[in-house]
């Protein structure tokens, strides 16, 4: 995106790779929740989420230590002009799907003019982006853009590649579970029984294995994806020894509870990998699209009476910092206090339409950890009261005698996520809110998010040091009305809109920052999501067997980072 890829063109292996790691071992993974789905590329069905990572490839592929770097994968070349109009790429003559077939270019024309026209809302953004895409030779084809947008040609490289055949007669957007998607990706699903596993198998003839991006990748011989009614079973799971590692997000959790007998044998590892990458925003996000959350004072009042402080200190011993912005703990975050002048040149145009604090500051409120929270419940209660709202008899209500009440939406695995909400509506209690919580299965919950049918609910929004056209799917104006899409506390801010536009726009790494920091500046004051805690460390316990490099990337441990990456050593 900026200057120059950090590896030279004859490089052996990524740098956080070990290149001769051996392959073998068998591991077992555990998901909470079920699937009805096998193909993670449409918007029907629930689908295992590691598949995308594991079974299907793209023209290029991601480091995990450049945040705006690709290299080759199926692609053995790139060439892009100056201004980025258009991208060409050239297939390599050795890329197969895994039942060997060739990859050819009118698969890549396919898949991307199925998936910008059926495929997942994540798809849409890029295809509306594109004019024209052609073969130029027998193994290249050119994309030309119709938008001034330098990520595009970046953005081109990272769509996954079906096969044309395939789906040659076939309903692609309504795929049923059966209907499992051909990839050229190191492995297969070989076995499965809806809702309750997948079974992985890496290909033996796998085409990339020597390839330099993949070499060292991908070393297990299986990966067996276990499901689990809620993260307790699956934690009792691994703690039998049926499930090979988890993912610990609870600091006090890390240091209470993992002390079972394998633990103390050393028979399982805890092993904790720092990173770089942005916070990101976790917590409850408020449905603005309808009242009461249409309005800022009472989103704000929420977050009053949210006690953060002593939730953090209750559930996690206090031992995770809170959530500050979208890009805190990152250099792409948005500075306390006023905003500096190229920020404020940015932003200014949208002076008057901007929410209170964006150009001046806003800190979200602290606490002083003890339950009542009496600061944070009066300035709640002013802020209602500025909205139009007032108690009586006990019970907030408005002008017409309305009370103020609302639903918060939780899956029904999402014990944290309960254990958070049962302390967040005592306090509400005491506002007068009438509040309730309505928890629903796994596929029941994933249709109601995605038609935004709810008040407030779960909010899990990862962040990268290279934001780009994902921004518009999570929070540009276009997707506000666009099921399925990842703005889900339906934000439409004009001010919101041109700084995604000038981050995609930037020609400088110091133009890019600027306006990132004016989007989290806009987004954090607009007050859609009640913050908790952030995770600067990750913390993965795992058998003893399973084994990973000592140089971390940037990213630390990414979602793919350990089926990537790990490999097996039974000695």
């Known amino acids: 995106m900026y200057g120059s890829p950090a590896l030279p063109p004859d490089f052996v292996s990524l740098p956080y790779v070990n290149p001769n790691a051996p392959k073998g071992g068998r591991i077992m993974l555990g998901n909470s929740g079920g699937f009805d789905s096998l193909n993670p590329f449409i918007r029907k069905g629930t689908v295992p989420w590691q598949l995308r990572f594991l079974t299907h490839e793209s023209l290029m592929g991601r480091s995990w230590d450049e945040p705006f770097t690709l290299y080759g994968l199926l692609a053995e070349s790139v060439e892009v002009p100056e201004d980025r109009s258009w991208v060409e790429f050239t297939l390599r003559e050795e890329a197969r799907f895994s039942d060997g077939s060739r990859v050819t270019v009118e698969d890549v024309i396919f898949s991307y003019e199925t998936l910008g026209r059926e495929g997942h809302p994540r798809y849409l953004g890029l295809a509306q982006q594109i004019e024209t895409i052609t073969q130029t030779g027998p193994r290249s084809l050119r994309i030309e853009f119709n938008t001034d947008n330098r990520e595009l040609a970046l953005l081109a490289g990272m769509r996954p590649i079906l096969s044309k055949a395939q789906w040659d007669g076939k309903d692609f957007a309504n795929a049923g579970l059966t209907d499992v998607p051909l990839g050229t990706g190191p492995?297969?699903?070989?076995?499965?029984?809806?809702?309750?596993?997948?079974?992985?198998?890496?290909?033996?003839?796998?085409?990339?294995?020597?390839?330099?991006?993949?070499?060292?990748?991908?070393?297990?011989?299986?990966?067996?994806?276990?499901?689990?009614?809620?993260?307790?079973?699956?934690?009792?799971?691994?703690?039998?020894?049926?499930?090979?590692?988890?993912?610990?997000?609870?600091?006090?959790?890390?240091?209470?509870?993992?002390?079972?007998?394998?633990?103390?044998?050393?028979?399982?590892?805890?092993?904790?990998?720092?990173?770089?990458?942005?916070?990101?925003?976790?917590?409850?996000?408020?449905?603005?699209?309808?009242?009461?959350?249409?309005?800022?004072?009472?989103?704000?009042?929420?977050?009053?009476?949210?006690?953060?402080?002593?939730?953090?200190?209750?559930?996690?011993?206090?031992?995770?910092?809170?959530?500050?912005?979208?890009?805190?703990?990152?250099?792409?975050?948005?500075?306390?206090?006023?905003?500096?002048?190229?920020?404020?040149?940015?932003?200014?145009?949208?002076?008057?339409?901007?929410?209170?604090?964006?150009?001046?500051?806003y800190d979200l409120p602290v606490s002083d950890g003890s339950l009542r929270n009496r600061r944070g419940i009066r300035a709640a209660m002013k802020l209602l009261e500025e909205a139009g709202w007032s108690p009586k008899d006990g019970v907030m209500q408005n002008a017409a005698g309305e009370a103020l009440q609302f639903t918060i939406l939780l899956e029904q695995n999402n014990a944290q996520d309960l254990a958070i909400a049962d302390l967040y509506v005592g306090a509400l209690e005491r506002l007068g809110v009438d509040v309730s919580i309505e928890t629903t299965d796994s596929a029941q919950y994933t249709e109601r998010e995605a038609a935004f049918d709810f008040d407030m609910t779960s909010f899990r929004?990862?962040?990268?040091?290279?934001?780009?056209?994902?921004?518009?799917?999570?929070?540009?104006?276009?997707s506000a009305t666009q099921e399925g899409s990842r703005n889900l506390m339906g934000v439409a801010s004009p001010a919101v809109d041109s700084m995604i536009d000038a981050m995609l726009s930037a020609t400088t790494e110091e133009d890019f920052s600027t306006a990132v920091r004016a989007l989290d500046r806009v987004l954090t004051a607009g007050r859609y999501v009640i913050p908790f805690w952030q995770y600067t460390n990750g913390r993965i316990a795992h058998v003893k067997e399973m084994k990973f490099p000592e140089t971390l990337p940037l990213y630390g441990d990414g979602p793919e980072y350990m089926p990537q990456v790990w490999w097996y050593d039974p000695s």
């Open 187 to 361: 492995y297969v699903v070989s076995d499965y029984e809806a809702g309750r596993f997948v079974q992985l198998t890496r290909n033996p003839d796998y085409w990339g294995a020597e390839v330099p991006f993949r070499r060292g990748t991908f070393n297990f011989d299986a990966v067996k994806l276990d499901f689990y009614g809620d993260t307790s079973v699956l934690f009792e799971a691994f703690k039998a020894g049926e499930i090979s590692a988890v993912r610990e997000f609870n600091a006090e959790k890390w240091e209470t509870q993992y002390d079972f007998p394998a633990v103390t044998r050393g028979d399982v590892v805890k092993s904790e990998l720092p990173h770089q990458k942005p916070s990101g925003m976790t917590g409850f996000v408020m449905n603005t699209r309808t009242p009461p959350f249409d309005d800022w004072r009472v989103r704000e009042a929420m977050i009053q009476a949210f006690n953060f402080e002593y939730i953090n200190d209750t559930l996690t011993g206090g031992a995770q910092p809170r959530i500050t912005s979208y890009f805190s703990n990152s250099s792409l975050a948005m500075r306390p206090g006023p905003a500096d002048e190229r920020v404020s040149a940015l932003l200014a145009p949208y002076a008057d339409s901007l929410p209170p604090g964006a150009l001046d500051g």
């Open 461 to 478: 929004r990862a962040v990268s040091l290279s934001p780009g056209n994902e921004q518009r799917f999570y929070w540009g104006s276009g």
